[in-house]
């Protein structure tokens, strides 16, 4: 009777286990609320350049930020000059951005060694959904971006590591369960342009920017509410009962391929500046210069966000099923190779732009066929080159270093982030063919260089086995 009654509920707990798509219920609740909370963050950023350059930093408006004479100094020093509106805009732009990609390791470690990740993950929101919300008061501009960074901070890296202890160290279902997560998060990152642009561009900033915070709340309430269905955390002691194990010792070949991955990251941060201006000089460039109108409709600016995000998604998945088509018929290039390529595929992007500066030279504006064609190219660059890389320094990380290394990897992107704030600024001094000009340039140099890599060093990255050839 006993056995009979453990069997019913070992067979409940299994269905249980399996009662999203195959998967933890847990899942759900992350993936909802993560998607939230990538609506709140990058209908946020999709205003933030706009806002700044069509109302913040003018006259009559940035003298009422607190505090903000003595950081424009700050980044105005570290310029070396005085900042126009733009290039003020794109140094706040690049500062941020860039700073959103590093304080997700300081609440890794909040959560590791003093509040857990439920408790860090709530208190992120809050802090998130409250730099949203004082981003509707100008006064409260800088106070909002830093609640807004160390909310990300808190948020983004722990409920990323909650999908994967929903599953034992064998379940195979991880690797499946990730794909649904990035899927909730790529849906929420081509919606949220739409509503908060929208609600930005055409009835006020502070309609934006609260939209974006009521996301975040919503987020909040779905992760509360699935608590029960997600992972019990070990208890946390400050006591340190036994010393650590003594840390794995590189060998020879270990110590020059991370050296080499390190030596990697400069190089992947200028090949990404053409990805990463989307949010920045692209904005503010594309409406002047490149005919918006569809259908009789002149499309908000903040939408090209969300078509980037269409043409990401979709790239994404063509760029998988395109290297499994290629690797039944022919031998499949290394990660390294793949990542040249997708950068020199990047400069194609660019180029498109110089065409769309060439073509409204005269005096009227070029063919959206241009911004279609730079999506077009950028997009399958990024997908042979960020999820790529992210893949290479998992694989070639040495025993004991994996985790620290994809923390390492994300470096590139704060580097990157803050080179577009200073290349933004060139905007009001270059003519278009120039301006994108130099980024293909940059991005080309990034291509011939990571090629020069993968002809040289592949052997250390893949492996005694692998071969050096594309």
């Known amino acids: 009777m006993s056995d009979g009654a453990g069997a019913a509920r070992a067979d409940r707990a299994d269905r249980a286990d399996r009662a999203f798509l195959g998967h933890p219920r847990g899942l759900a609740y992350l993936g909802f609320a993560e998607a939230w909370e990538r609506f709140s963050y990058y209908g946020m950023q999709t205003l933030l350049v706009l806002y700044m350059t069509r109302q913040l930093l003018l006259p009559g408006h940035v003298g009422n930020i607190a505090g903000f004479a003595r950081f424009r100094a700050m980044l105005e020093g570290l310029y070396g000059h005085p900042l126009s509106t733009v290039a003020l805009a794109s140094a706040i732009f690049g500062l941020y951005s860039g700073t959103v990609y590093l304080t997700p390791i300081a609440g890794g470690a909040l959560a590791d060694r003093l509040w857990g990740r439920t408790r860090t993950i709530t208190v992120g929101a809050l802090l998130m959904a409250a730099g949203h919300f004082l981003m509707a008061f100008e006064t409260c501009f800088l106070a909002a971006l830093l609640l807004l960074l160390l909310g990300v901070g808190c948020f983004k890296g722990n409920i990323a590591s909650q999908v994967g202890e929903l599953y034992a160290p064998d379940d195979l279902r991880r690797a499946d369960a990730f794909q649904i997560y990035f899927l909730f998060i790529n849906a929420a990152v081509i919606i949220a342009p739409l509503v908060t642009g929208t609600l930005g561009e055409g009835y006020g900033w502070h309609y934006g920017f609260g939209a974006a915070g009521v996301g975040m709340l919503i987020g909040l309430l779905v992760y509360l509410a699935g608590r029960p269905s997600l992972p019990v955390e070990a208890p946390r002691s400050r006591a340190v009962s036994r010393p650590p194990a003594a840390p794995h010792a590189l060998a020879s070949r270990e110590r020059r391929a991370v050296a080499l991955l390190i030596l990697l990251l400069p ?201 050096a050839e594309p």
Not at 288 to 294: I, Y
Not at 426 to 449: K, T
Request: aromatic letters at 12%.
């Open 267 to 467: 190089v992947m941060a200028v090949g990404a500046v053409g990805n990463q201006e989307i949010f920045n000089a692209y904005l503010l460039w594309v409406p002047d210069h490149v005919d918006l109108t569809f259908f009789g409709r002149t499309l908000p600016t903040s939408w090209l966000i969300a078509l980037d995000a269409v043409a990401s998604v979709s790239s994404l998945f063509a760029a998988v099923a395109f290297w499994r088509w290629w690797a039944r018929r022919h031998r499949e290039p290394s990660e390294i190779w793949k990542m040249a390529l997708g950068t020199a595929i990047g400069v194609l992007g660019q180029l498109c732009l110089v065409g769309a500066a060439q073509a409204s030279s005269a005096g009227h504006k070029a063919g959206i066929a241009w911004v279609l064609g730079f999506e077009c190219f950028n997009a399958i660059g990024f997908a042979n080159v960020f999820p790529v890389g992210l893949a290479l320094f998992a694989r070639a990380a040495p025993r004991g270093l994996g985790g620290t290394l994809i923390g390492v990897y994300y470096v590139h992107l704060f580097l990157c982030n803050n080179l577009v704030g200073w290349l933004g600024g060139l905007l009001e001094h270059l003519p278009g063919p120039s301006f994108w000009g130099l980024h293909a340039a940059l991005i080309g140099a990034a291509a011939a260089i990571t090629a020069l890599v993968a002809r040289f060093g592949a052997q250390l990255l893949a492996g005694a086995d692998a071969s």
